[in-house]
């Protein structure tokens, strides 16, 4: 094997390794920054759920506080019957220290610790769901950037192919010019001609770096090719993607989520019309040392267990107006949610509208593909016979490149919008389609 075949098989070997699948690339988004930073925004939102469950259990809390007073604390009598100077008393010790260990609970609130346990949950829940639906997004951009490589792969291909009958009628041509058949205009019309393809061929190399380095980025990984198209059947009919949208649309689902949480945020403002009740016990000591036993004028011991019961008779009527403000919110969620709902139901009719349509337009490409390749084949037939001018056979051979390049780029099309149609259903079902799950 020589050097020069070597030097071409080594990129080409290193080309096929690192050529990805459809299905790797949707993987490798799972991967990606964007989705962990959202991960991560979502164990947030769940560790916040877990601290408002908290809020449900006692309190246990230990207090220590320690005082060194200027002045002895002192008292003087008075006794107007008795007469002389009065002298004051000492009452107290200048170190005073105590220390309490508390157990409180919240006995009754007006529902507002179980409002506020539900609101945490729910907002965890979405942020769970706001996951899913930027994987769908960041999915469904990396499925427009492969089937644009897609089609750029299969216009060079087209290109080559070109460039390949270009250089076979420049022979000819050369052939024919020396023995004085054709005129030199002829012979180098046909040879800018090959250099017009190698500049086409150029900018579609470009072209397609440019893609897959959009879709490096997009996927996390370096892509040097794609290996294969998008792996992926017929979509059902309209009526029963509409249904598994409204059941399995995370974005759906999210402001499903907003909704009850503005009922749990109806209930919370609800809660104040109630009133709250709470009990505590504590074991308490004072003293004037840290041993706490008394300082000889008090008593040591200041445990205790008590109650209190809190009830907001009137505040300017400002509840009552919260609590309206709050359903005004919930009925405009609610007024979304709907809107959203004929939105995605609009998105899946447009969207099986514009696969009937590139299906129509891909039989007529195949139709233009055989009417050039026979065409094609005429000219080159007749410009052998010099029948027909290098121009002529020329814009033959770009013609039907064209039309192979047009057929590949509708046929491209097709995979993708079958696969915008599977992720208009939600992300898990177009997963689970492609063998993920």
């Known amino acids: 094997m020589t050097c020069r075949r070597i030097f071409w098989i080594l990129p080409l070997a290193a080309g096929l390794l690192s050529a990805q699948s459809y299905r790797q690339v949707v993987e490798a988004i799972d991967r990606t920054p964007v989705l962990q930073s959202g991960r991560m925004m979502q164990s947030a939102a769940e560790e916040m759920a877990r601290a408002s469950e908290g809020r449900n259990l006692p309190s246990l809390d230990l207090h220590f506080q320690g005082a060194w007073l200027k002045d002895t604390p002192t008292m003087t009598l008075h006794f107007p019957l008795l007469p002389g100077p009065t002298r004051p008393l000492p009452m107290g010790r200048t170190r005073q220290f105590e220390g309490e260990l508390r157990l409180s609970y919240p006995l009754f609130t007006g529902f507002a610790v179980s409002a506020e346990i539900d609101r945490s949950r729910l907002e965890a829940e979405r942020a769970r769901l706001k996951v899913l639906d930027a994987k769908r997004n960041l999915i469904l951009q990396a499925t427009e950037l492969y089937g644009a490589i897609r089609a750029s792969e299969a216009a060079l291909a087209a290109l080559r192919k070109a460039k390949s009958a270009t250089l076979s009628a420049q022979k000819k041509a050369e052939g024919l010019y020396k023995n004085g058949l054709i005129p030199p205009a002829d012979l180098y019309n046909i040879k800018a001609r090959v250099y017009d393809v190698d500049a086409s061929i150029t900018q579609a190399q470009s072209r397609r770096e440019q893609l897959l380095n959009q879709l490096s980025y997009l996927s996390g990984m370096k892509l040097h090719s794609i290996d294969g198209g998008i792996p992926l059947s017929t979509p059902p009919a309209s009526s029963r993607m509409k249904k598994r949208a409204y059941r399995s649309r995370s974005d759906l689902r999210a402001l499903q989520a907003l909704l009850r949480v503005d009922e749990a945020q109806i ?107 026979e065409y094609y084949k005429l000219t080159r037939g007749r410009f052998d016979n010099q029948l027909a001018s290098a121009d ?23 995979e993708v919008q079958k696969a915008k149609i599977w992720l208009l259903g939600g992300v898990e079902l177009f997963e689970k389609k492609i063998g993920m799950k």
């Open 392 to 414: 002529e056979l020329s814009r033959s051979i770009a013609d039907l490149a064209n039309a192979r390049a047009k057929l590949a780029a509708i046929l491209s099309q097709i």
């Open 267 to 373: 209930r919370l403002a609800e809660s104040r019309y109630y009133p709250t009740v709470g009990v505590a016990a504590a074991f308490k000591r004072h003293g004037d040392t840290l041993a706490l036993n008394g300082d000889g004028f008090t008593n040591a011991d200041r445990s205790y267990v008590g109650m209190e019961v809190d009830w907001n008779l009137f505040n300017g009527h400002s509840d009552r107006h919260r609590v309206e403000a709050v359903r005004y919110k919930k009925l405009s969620a609610a007024s979304s949610l709907l809107d959203y709902r004929r939105r995605v139901a609009t998105e899946i009719d447009n969207a099986y509208a514009e696969l009937r349509a590139l299906r129509s337009k891909s039989r007529s490409a195949r139709m233009q593909v055989k009417a050039q390749e």
